[in-house]
T-cell receptor, first 114, second 113 residues
Framework: QQQVKQSPQSLIVQKGGISIINCAYE??????FPWYQQFPGKGPALLIA?????SEKKEGRFTISFNKSAKQFSLHIMDSQPGDSATYFC?????????????FGKGTRLSVIA | DAGVTQSPTHLIKTRGQQVTLRCSPI?????VSWYQQVLGQGPQFIFQ???????GRGNFPDRFSARQFPNYSSELNVNALLLGDSALYLC????????????FGPGTRLTVT
């Protein structure tokens, strides 16, 4: 049973455009929702994260939108650049007896073309 | 400040062998987690350690074990390797086991032949 479902699997966006990646979760106990960016041969890098008490969080060109009733959240990358080409993972977590394991989606491969 | 470091970078092993992977957390971080990332998939949680004690375990067989040392570094051991163990093994560190923010190292690429 996949607890975090991510779409699309791959995405091609023109330079300067908006990239949108969506995730849906099942477990209502999740209370932390990060996005990670991974380049080939590297580990995932924490990009931005949100807690369920807010509906939107913005950091530079990256924005998370969160819909608690729909159990969905999304990443928006404004003014997408070729350097943003990477694989993006959404994740979710809840504290469980003193530990906070991340549950990841399957990833979205983003290609930004000039 | 150095980030999370892992060694070795790459490793090739034969089925049935045993492997040990190493991780040093960010300075000041006391909790280490291990994840397995199969090609084309998101990372999957294996273990979380804090103060040398296991705080959480994912759905992995007993062939997988880990430990944490007094300096907060950690080792992941995998016995009786199977072809399906081929993956990128990621270490993540955090201030404490209840800290949500986890920072990943570059990983160790394990290939089992």
């Amino acid at each position: 049973q996949q607890q975090v479902k991510q779409s699309p699997q791959s995405l091609i966006v023109q330079k300067g455009g908006i990239s949108i990646i969506n995730c849906a979760y099942e477990n209502t106990a999740f209370d932390y929702f990060p996005w990670y960016q991974q380049f080939p041969g590297k580990g995932p890098a924490l990009l931005i994260a949100i807690r369920p008490d807010v509906s939107e969080k913005k950091e530079g060109r990256f924005t998370i939108s969160f819909n608690k009733s729909a159990k969905q959240f999304s990443l928006h990358i404004m003014d997408s650049q070729p350097g943003d080409s990477a694989t993006y993972f959404c994740a979710a977590s809840k504290e469980n007896s003193g530990n906070t394991p991340l549950v990841f989606g399957k990833g979205t491969r983003l290609s930004v073309i000039a | 400040d150095a980030g999370v470091t892992q060694s070795p970078t790459h490793l090739i092993k034969t089925r049935g062998q045993q492997v040990t992977l190493r991780c040093s957390p960010i300075s000041g971080h006391k909790s280490v987690s291990w994840y397995q990332q199969v090609l084309g998939q998101g990372p999957q949680f294996i273990f979380q350690y804090y103060e040398k004690e296991e705080r959480g375990r994912g759905n992995f067989p007993d062939r997988f074990s880990a430990r944490q040392f007094p300096n907060y570094s950690s080792e992941l051991n995998v016995n009786a390797l199977l072809l399906g163990d081929s993956a990128l093994y990621l270490c993540a560190s955090s201030w404490s086991p209840s800290s949500y923010e986890q920072y990943f190292g570059p990983g160790t690429r394990l290939t089992v032949t």
